[in-house]
């Protein structure tokens, strides 16, 4: 799945936020000084093109909608990481959040725990 640009990510999070929208009704989501509504368009196309948001056509026009939650957003861009910068190793995925001191050796140890009773 291709990476989201920053402004495709706030049209998703607008997306996640609302449920299913016409691209017209992005725009009350967007304080003045607005976008226009063709690069609004272009985003939600390209959106839908990278597999994140999807449509239903109502006569001429499209309503779009998520076609995944954040989680799954979410769980798709630490996959494209680890596969990228990682050399496709969750396990230097932990070790990185250790040395950044993003999770400590205590948190591994309850969720080794919580992983061997089947908790998770």
Same mark, same amino acid.
């Given at each position: 799945m291709k990476r989201l640009t920053g402004r495709e990510e706030a049209v998703m999070e607008l997306f996640w936020e609302h449920g299913a929208m016409f691209v017209k009704d992005l725009m009350e989501y967007y304080p003045d000084p607005k976008p226009h509504i063709n690069t609004l368009s272009s985003?939600?196309? $390209? #959106? =839908? &093109? *990278?597999?994140? +948001? &999807?449509?239903? =056509?109502?006569?001429g026009t499209y309503q779009y909608y998520p076609a995944m939650g954040r989680e799954e957003c979410g769980q798709r861009? +630490?996959?494209?990481? !680890?596969?990228? $910068? #990682?050399?496709n190793s969750y396990m230097s995925l !932990? $070790?990185? /959040?250790?040395? %950044?001191?993003? +999770? $400590?050796?205590? %948190? /591994? *140890? =309850? /969720? +080794? =725990?919580?992983i061997e009773n089947n908790d998770i």
């Amino acid at each position: 799945m291709k990476r989201l640009t920053g402004r495709e990510e706030a049209v998703m999070e607008l997306f996640w936020e609302h449920g299913a929208m016409f691209v017209k009704d992005l725009m009350e989501y967007y304080p003045d000084p607005k976008p226009h509504i063709n690069t609004l368009s272009s985003h939600v196309r $390209s #959106l =839908e &093109a *990278k597999g994140y +948001i &999807a449509h239903k =056509e109502y006569g001429g026009t499209y309503q779009y909608y998520p076609a995944m939650g954040r989680e799954e957003c979410g769980q798709r861009n +630490i996959e494209n990481i !680890v596969k990228r $910068s #990682l050399n496709n190793s969750y396990m230097s995925l !932990v $070790s990185c /959040l250790v040395h %950044e001191e993003k +999770i $400590s050796v205590d %948190e /591994l *140890k =309850e /969720l +080794i =725990e919580q992983i061997e009773n089947n908790d998770i």
